[in-house]
């Protein structure tokens, strides 16, 4: 069952006991509105970068994309995995990703989103920072770009799924960690 309002599940499952206050992306976050500076990634177009995201909360977990790009996740918690492409992973208190970004999409700014597991219908807590192509000719501001779509013919991937999936109306197909392949395992096997 995916969560619910205030850190409970659909099912009643409590799996948070802090209210949430608000998140931080690099140091840098808005919450309730305020209008604090985001953090900023600037790329180039048609580039391959290498992020790491170190979840260093102690409550919540958050879904993290990038809005209309593809994530490669390549590592879990130091442990190199065979690439995983995805719309999004989600990152549990104390867990690290690694995952590649390839800068193929419109150069314009975008959203990097770390979005709570609550349900929509009852609200979901974020926090933001901006994807930023360096040839953009826009003129300085947040983001204006929109969450992937989800559809039945273009079904959006998430890794690291703590449950068994999502509502079939959200078009949104659910990897847990079990689908990840140890990469290393994988390499020495090969050599011997």
């Not at 999502?166 to 990469?183: E, K």
Request: aromatic share 10%; charged share 20%; glycine share 8%.
């Amino acid at each position: 069952m995916a969560p619910g309002p205030d850190g409970v599940t659909d099912d009643g499952t409590m799996i948070a006991s802090l209210k949430y206050v608000s998140g931080l992306i690099n140091g840098r976050g808005r919450w309730d509105g305020n209008r604090a500076p985001l953090s900023t990634f600037n790329v180039k177009q048609g580039e391959t970068y290498y992020f790491r995201m170190v979840h260093a909360g102690t409550e919540y977990a958050y879904r993290v994309s990038i809005d209309n790009h593809e994530l490669q996740v390549v590592a879990s918690d130091g442990y190199e995995i065979e690439p995983i492409r995805v719309q999004s992973f989600i990152a549990l208190p104390g867990e690290t990703f690694d995952f590649k970004l390839t800068t193929n999409q419109t150069a314009q700014k975008y959203w990097i989103r770390a979005e709570s597991l609550n349900t929509e219908k009852e609200g979901v807590w974020d926090v933001k920072a901006a994807l930023v192509y360096v040839d953009d000719s826009f003129e300085s501001g947040d983001p204006n770009s929109n969450r992937t779509t989800c559809t039945q013919d273009d079904v959006c991937v998430v890794f690291n799924c703590p449950f068994q999936g999502y509502a079939d109306h959200m078009n949104t197909s659910c990897l847990s960690m079990a689908n990840a392949r140890d990469r290393s395992n994988i390499q020495s096997i090969g050599r011997t």
